[in-house]
């Protein structure tokens, strides 16, 4: 069995479930700090400087690598995330199963089947740290899939606020993801006047209001799709949940939605979120309605295909036979929370985002022992 493989069972043996998506799981399924932990033993063991980042949450931190050559030399990072989404009712997950060539469990590729492939990757290197000439950091962080603590303190704290380019390790089938749409979430109410369904013209229908405005969103979504304006395509709205009411013979004084947009560069989320309530009031919905503040913001994030990490990693996809050319996500990651703190930032790992958070979450071993070979030429690769 080859090292990744073995690192891989190990980690999806290791429960690190986020903390805030786990609110009925035992204790020991949830947060990262098994992890954590495994990661920084293996670290220590390869006797490479080790990087703690707290994230001012207890047990919750940020473990790495470095590999430090000097301030004139460039800063590349890359980093991977150590917590998972849940298990569901399926403890099943935990045990990591080796089938038809491939690992199954939960993280096998969102997103320890990364991890395992950058540890997997140091180990080659730390055997001959001169052949290095940039100043490396490789990271596990927490909380990538809700939260964001751990990228909030990659890009405030040393060594890594500041990287000159960074490698996000999410499952992109080992493609160059430059750009990721942005998002904003947030919710709109409305309100109206409860009374006895049996009179309803006494009342005022707060769903019947909702109603007019998530028909609109529908035209909204429509017009929407119109907009590519840049590399990143389309963006789109959806309405996601819907709430109002409180009993079947109870005209509705209230109702809820939550609106998810996914953005290109053209806007920020804050003026998505404006941009929707202009366009209900141009659409002729005449009465009041209420917009809460954003409950997820990220702009939108994209790296040109000239920039020097990008060629970078192009030139290590053709050395392995892989394809070289750039591609766009419609989901965010910590990508955008780095490129909007001024860290150039792009995504590649093994896997598919399409079986991440499934039971059948999987990762071919040969995209595993791939993506070992392409974090071991990034991080040897000539100066930034
Ligand atoms: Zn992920």
Known sequence: MSKVTTILKDLVALPSVNPRSATDLPPDLVGEQRV????EGFIRGLKLDVIIQETGQPGRYNVGAAMLQGNDRGTLLLQSHMDTVGIGSDPGLLTPVERDGAIYGRGACDDKGSLAAML?????VARTPDRIENNVIVMAVVGEETGFEGSLALVTQPPTAGADFAVVGEPTEC???????GVGRW?????????HSAYPDKGVNAIYRMARIV?????YQCELAGSIDDKLGPETVSVGTIRGGTAVNVVPDSCEIEVDRRLTRRVSPEQARDLVG????????DFEFAMSELSDAQPAALVEDCHPGVRLLAGVSRLLGLDDTTGVVSYASDANRMNAAGIPTVVWGPGSI??????????????????VEFYRGVILATAL
Request: charged share 25%; net charge negative; with cysteine.
């Open 36 to 39: 954590t932990e495994y990661v």
């Open 120 to 124: 997997a990757a140091l180990e080659a």
């Open 175 to 181: 493609r160059i993801v430059t750009g990721c749409k």
């Open 187 to 195: 919710r709109i109410e409305t309100s109206g006047t409860a009374c």
């Open 215 to 219: 028909q609109e969103l529908e035209g």
């Open 278 to 285: 202009q366009y209900l009031r141009g659409r002729g919905i």
């Open 354 to 371: 399409e079986v991440a958070h499934s039971r059948q979450e999987f990762v071919s071993i040969a995209d595993l022992e791939t993506a």
